[in-house]
Structures are given as structure tokens and as C-alpha cells.
């Protein structure tokens, strides 16, 4: 199958560090490559990949602080996937809703997969205005706000299976991994960690606008001898500090889509602590992988409890839900659904 996949350009495919939407993007494309099909990526120059690359801007555009023109590079990259859909058997959008005004213009099946949430208020009237595209959530409850778009197929994430090595033994701290915004909930986190007297290491992206936030609320709890902040941490660094983590925080407070970095423990065999909001009840095992809290004192007791999670248990469930095997298998699927449809 000849099959285009179109990414955001922001983060390279895939990411240097911190980027869900590309890493994900990279995964899918590097097997479907491997099981044969003729990939194109779309794709910010500096990415890596075994399919053929077409780039619009030389490199993607957060690290190197292009702000302001990122939409020109992103209807260039548009106007690349128009010139060339003809060659596609189907094209599969990762770009949010940028490329909605092309879709009139293709002839070719596609399908977008929607990565971020859905409640905004733009949202709807928007989605009303493009009616009949194909759409892909990455959760169940990713759809709630919109249950009256054309929804195709959940297809939850996947990772390789060899991405993070499982650790039967964890050391004495707790890991959070994420981005410093207010919806993230570090802070919580920390109280956690304060809580129970264990260490916390906090490997986290910090985005222009959350710096108010940061500087103003979490600066000040980072002084705490138990907290160490290490920063936006490189895929080899989040490795071995989620590895080796006693358990993974996630005391997040919005509807999370997905929530990547929870899979990313569960193949390490590090278990969660996740406050139940969005997707997390989809993607948990509450008991197995973890435990899904509502409150404070829950996930207090919850991380004081999570010796008594079996880490082998983690690692079976990415086995069994969370492998990009899994992941490809039913985009195949929804790619064919289309096709046929």
C-alpha cells in the first residue's frame, strides 16, 4: 500500500525529547516501512526515517525558536501533500484540523487522527463546518465532546517492544514526566512525594507560555530537599529514570486524549499513580498497572501501597494493549475500512 503519513513540524519525526504526537508518528511509520508498505512522511527536515522524507522547512520549529512563521511552513507542507496525493493510496493526517481546507480539493482516502482534546470551544462549529472526514481517536473518551463526527476507529498508542527494558527492581523515588503546565499538576506531585518521604525527579518540558505559571508556583516547591529537577529530559535519560522509579505520578487534572507516558512505565514495568480524569480509566488496570485516584489522600495512600503492584504485571499488560504491533495492526484496519468504504 502506498501510504502518506503527515506530521506536525513542529517537533522533528521522531522528537529530540519532549513530543508525543511525532514519536508516535515515527513508531507507526517505521513499521509499516518494515512490513512492507511505500511510506511517504511529511515531515520537518531534520526527522529520521527509513521512508521517503518530504520536508517543507529545514528543521522543525520549536528548538530552533521560529515562532511566529509556523503556519507558512505548515500550508506550504499542505500544498506539498496536494501536489503529490495522486501517488497515494491513502494519506493520514497527524496535523490537528490545519488541513481541513484542502480536503475539497483531493481525490485521494484519508483519515486524521485527532492527538489533542476535543473540548475547546472552537471546536465544535468548526467540526460542523467540515462535515464527513474520517476521523481516528486515540481513546475512547478522547470523542465525548464530539460524538457526532464521523469517527472510524479507536486506535489507542503504541511503542516498540524493545523501546524501554523492563526492570524487575525498582530504587527508592518517584518520577514525574510531562510538561510544566498548570493541567499537569506538579504540584500535586510533589505533594506526593513530600508526603511519603521519597525522592521525586521531575523530567519535564517547559513551554514559553507556561513560564509565568512555573516561575510563579512551581519555582518556589523545587527548593524542597526531597524534589530534583532535571529538565527536559532526552529519550535515553527518561528511560533510566522511569526504569528505575519506584512509581510514575500522574496526578493530572484535564481530560487527558491518552497519556503516553503512562505505557511508557508500563514497559518498564514502573506502575502509576494516575488521578482518573480523560482517558486514564481506558488505559489503566486500576490494581494491575497501578491505581486511578480521585483525591489527595488516595494517591498518598496509593503510592505508600505501590509495593504492592506486581511489575511483571505492568510489562504484560504494554504486551498485551500497548505494542506499536498492535497499534499498526488496527490502523491497517481503519486504512482498509476506508478504502473499502
Known amino acids: 500500500m502506498k501510504i502518506a503519513q503527515v506530521s506536525p513540524l513542529f517537533e522533528s519525526v521522531p522528537p529530540k525529547a519532549y513530543g508525543g504526537t511525532e514519536r508516535v ?37 520549536r528548538p530552533t525558536g521560529v515562532h511566529h512563521p509556523w503556519l507558512a511552513y505548515h500550508l506550504l507542507q499542505m500544498e ?18 490545519l488541513h481541513f481546507p484542502i480536503l475539497k480539493r483531493m481525490s485521494t482516502p484519508h483519515v486524521t487522527t485527532l492527538h489533542g482534546r476535543l473540548d475547546l470551544a472552537e471546536r465544535a462549529p468548526l467540526y460542523r463546518r467540515f462535515t464527513g472526514i474520517p476521523f481516528i481517536s486515540i481513546s475512547d473518551h478522547q470523542r465525548q465532546p464530539l460524538t457526532w463526527v ?24 518517584f518520577v514525574f514526566v510531562g510538561r510544566l503546565s498548570r493541567e499537569k499538576r506538579i504540584d500535586r506531585a510533589i505533594d506526593i512525594a513530600k508526603q511519603c518521604g521519597v525522592p521525586l525527579y521531575i ?7 507556561d513560564e509565568p505559571y512555573f516561575n510563579e508556583y512551581v519555582k518556589p516547591m523545587l527548593r524542597h530537599p526531597l ?10 535519560e527518561k528511560r533510566e529514570l522511569m526504569g528505575r522509579a519506584r512509581a510514575l505520578l500522574f496526578p493530572i487534572d484535564w481530560p487527558e486524549p491518552f497519556g ?3 505505557i511508557e512505565a508500563f514497559s518498564c514495568g514502573t506502575p502509576v499513580i494516575a488521578y482518573g480524569h480523560g482517558s486514564v480509566p481506558e488505559i489503566m488496570e486500576d490494581g494491575v498497572t497501578g491505581f486511578v485516584v480521585s483525591n489527595q489522600d488516595e494517591a498518598v495512600r496509593a503510592a505508600r501501597n505501590i509495593h504492592t503492584i506486581d511489575r511483571k504485571g505492568c510489562r504484560q499488560v504494554f504486551e498485551r494493549r500497548f505494542t506499536v504491533e498492535h497499534m499498526t495492526k488496527n490502523y491497517l484496519r481503519a486504512y482498509q475500512q476506508i478504502l473499502s468504504a
Open 25 to 61: 508518528v515515527s513508531y507507526l511509520t517505521e513499521a509499516l516501512v518494515r512490513q512492507g508498505h511505500e511510506v511517504t512522511l511529511f515531515a520537518s527536515g531534520d526527522s529520521r526515517t527509513s521512508a521517503r522524507l518530504v520536508s517543507s522547512i529545514e528543521h522543525s520549529i
Open 80 to 97: 506539498q501533500v496536494v501536489e503529490q496525493a495522486a501517488s497515494f493510496d491513502i494519506i493520514h493526517f497527524h496535523t490537528d484540523y
Open 150 to 173: 464521523n469517527w472510524c476507529a479507536t486506535v489507542y498508542h503504541g511503542l516498540p517492544a524493545d523501546l524501554y527494558p523492563f526492570q524487575a527492581q525498582s530504587e527508592d523515588y
Open 203 to 209: 523530567a519535564a518540558k517547559l513551554d514559553e507560555a
Open 227 to 236: 524534589v530534583h529537577y532535571v529538565g527536559e529530559a532526552s529519550e535515553q
Open 260 to 262: 503516553l507516558v503512562m
